[in-house]
């Protein structure tokens, strides 16, 4: 599973975060969640949210999936569940020579590789104030 966008800790547990009008809501598709105040969203009963407060909040990061093609690194676009194909962006102009990319936006090249045939990292970015937490963890552990 490729994970990307916003997400929060709350009870130790890992949700999506999700915000509206400057209000923020933890959302799950976990039935079980129903017990713990989350409720279920008018138009999808499958996905369920919970209103929260920032400073409820364990932990809040962004999640930018990447990958590395020939020594190229391209961030995951997106992936098709029905031909198990991952889209890759990267604004690196040296890539259309090495890689058989197509132009994708101003200045952007994509690709479409097998999700097998390529190994997914990503880049986890402090959001919502918890930039200085993860100062203060890094600068701790260094004492």
């Known amino acids: 599973m490729i994970k ?3 997400f929060a800790l709350s009870d130790s547990k890992e949700y999506e975060l999700a915000s509206y009008q400057g209000q ?13 105040g989350f409720i279920k969203m008018r ?4 996905i369920l949210i919970k209103k929260i407060a920032v400073d409820e909040l364990e932990d809040a990061y962004e999640i930018f999936p990447y990958t590395m093609v020939k020594g190229h690194r391209f961030a995951v676009e ?11 962006v990267t604004n690196n102009p040296f890539v259309k020579d090495k890689l058989p990319v197509r132009p994708y936006g101003k200045s952007e090249y994509i690709i479409e590789i097998p999700y097998t045939a390529i190994e997914i990292k990503d880049d986890r970015m402090p959001i919502l104030g918890f930039e200085n937490d ?3 963890r890094i600068r701790s552990s260094s004492l």
């Open 4 to 6: 990307k966008g916003r």
């Open 134 to 136: 993860l100062y203060e």
């Open 43 to 46: 138009n999808d009963e499958n």
């Open 78 to 88: 997106g992936y098709s569940n029905s031909t198990g194909m991952v889209s890759l």
């Open 24 to 36: 923020y809501y933890l959302k799950s598709k976990d039935p079980r969640d129903l017990t713990n």
